[in-house]
């Protein structure tokens, strides 16, 4: 029996969210752009929910929030390694890694560990987070770094995690630095606009990751997984490549077409990746067999 994240999510709204973003830390600091012209800006981009996180400081940029934006508490954990605390009102930094994850759960906020493989491959390694408890995921893709040093893409060491039985969700954030970093990648939470709704979608894995690419379906039916994603713009470019990946990251299948399928072997887990022609990415979270995947 395969457990689907997105089984009953057909009618599903989904909400843009950016949950790494970096602003109003001054001249010369990371976040240098003013939270009145990052908020508009993520407003323009249809952003539903924001979470300015920067490094080891908390403010409360709640009045930032309106009808169409709603802005959600964080801050970046910074040491040698990243990992954003999200939902909590202050600074952790001064407690090592694994007690600042404890505190922010028992606080009623979750973990998100950063850009796994920059400045250089697998610096916050997966023998790092198996060491871990506690974390709700990472992010498998970060904009800004792929303008800076190591890769934004993190999709091995999530393989690895889940290989190794975890329940990780798969985030995409921008990291936003610089206005170019802004409205590039995001998460799509079948959630309403509030943080306890947007929690517990995120518990449940109702999220994909995305570049541009929206889910439509991603269902099991017998022992076959049908799947389809789609730009947001209704436009002639629907086809797509999807590519079916399992255990260890080995590819399964890759099909290009309007939808895709995949009759199951008895892996542990499978998940999909779709890619369109611009080079936007769709990451849905996997599907797995009852037991064998368990929050870490
Ligand atoms: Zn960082
Ligand atoms: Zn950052």
Redesign the pocket.
Known sequence: MYINPYENLSDAVWRKANF?THSGTGPRSCGFRSPEVVVDLYREYNYDLLSISN?NLYRSFENYSDDQITLIDGV?Y?SDI?MLTIGVQENLRPLPVQEAITRTNELGGFVIL??PN?PDKAHFSPEMMLNLTGYMGLEALNAVCFRLSGSGRATDVWDAVLSAGKLVTGFAND?FHAMADGGRFFNLIACEKNYESMKQAIIDNAICASTGLYPIYHRLEDNTLKVKAALPIKTYLDNYEYVFIGPNGQILSKQTGVEASYELQGEDYVRVEVYAEGGQILLFQPIYKEGFLVRP
């Open positions: 790494h490094h970046e910074t990243h950063c850009h920059w990291d």
